[in-house]
Antibody, heavy 119, light 107 residues
Framework: EVRLVESGGGLVQPGESLRLSCEGS????????MAWVRQAPGKGLVWVAS????????YYLDSMKGRFTISRDNAKSSLFLQMNSLTADDTAVYYC????????????WGQGTLVTVSS | EIVLTQSPATLSLSPGGRATLSCRAS??????LAWYQQRPGQAPRLLIY???NRATGIPARFSGSGSGTDFTLTISSLEPEDSAVYYC?????????FGGGTKVEIK
């Protein structure tokens, strides 16, 4: 069974940093694009960032460039999102999602990890 | 950035009914469009990719069509478990973008 499990969410104060992790299992992690997608409470889905199989290409939503960094460790089947200078607008459930070997359709998704930015 | 506009915002239908959901792109995405279902309290699930291809395990009552800027997701015979929010997504250009969603209610 293909599985993605996120961790690392929690309550942080504005201006602080947080690092999210996602561990994949049941598939050859190094063969797939991977991505982060977030969803603010009661709102829609927003793509955050994607990373190519070997980490050589990374793409970000413009509003997150410079603050968020996506990375991966294929030896550990793990995806990461380093988030700096967090604001209340970053409060959301963050989903890890698998792309495909050649495209960026997301299947499957993890269960999500909640990040709350509040003083 | 390609903006995806979904309509209607909410659809309220009876079991066995037919749902037609629309997704319009601000510029051509060719056929690089997908549909996702998100049930309450759950993560999204891929239904359709590349406009009309059903993902693994998706029932045949879900179908997609369209090209360029206008796309449709059709649910041919609604089941109670189809109650969810449906999102379209394009992969034609970076940044990847999602539509705002259509909520389908089964009354």
């Amino acid at each position: 069974e293909v599985r993605l499990v996120e961790s690392g969410g929690g309550l942080v104060q504005p201006g602080e940093s947080l690092r999210l992790s996602c561990e994949g299992s049941g598939f050859t992690f190094s063969s797939y694009w991977m991505a982060w997608v977030r969803q603010a409470p009661g709102k829609g889905l927003v793509w955050v960032a994607s990373i190519k199989q070997d980490g050589s290409d990374k793409y970000y939503l413009d509003s997150m460039k410079g603050r968020f960094t996506i990375s991966r460790d294929n030896a550990k089947s793990s995806l990461f999102l380093q988030m700096n200078s967090l604001t209340a607008d970053d409060t959301a459930v963050y989903y890890c999602a698998r792309g495909s070997p050649k495209t960026n359709w997301f299947d499957p998704w993890g269960q999500g990890t909640l990040v709350t930015v509040s003083s | 950035e390609i903006v995806l506009t979904q309509s209607p915002a909410t659809l309220s239908l009876s079991p066995g009914g037919r749902a037609t959901l629309s997704c319009r792109a601000s510029q051509s995405v060719i056929t690089y469009l997908a549909w996702y279902q998100q049930r309450p309290g759950q993560a999204p699930r891929l239904l359709i990719y590349d406009t009309s291809n059903r993902a693994t395990g998706i029932p045949a009552r879900f179908s997609g069509s369209g090209s360029g800027t206008d796309f449709t997701l059709t649910i041919s015979s609604l089941e109670p478990e189809d109650s969810a929010v449906y999102y379209c997504q394009q992969r034609s250009n970076w940044p990847l973008t999602f539509g705002g969603g259509t909520k389908v209610e089964i009354k």
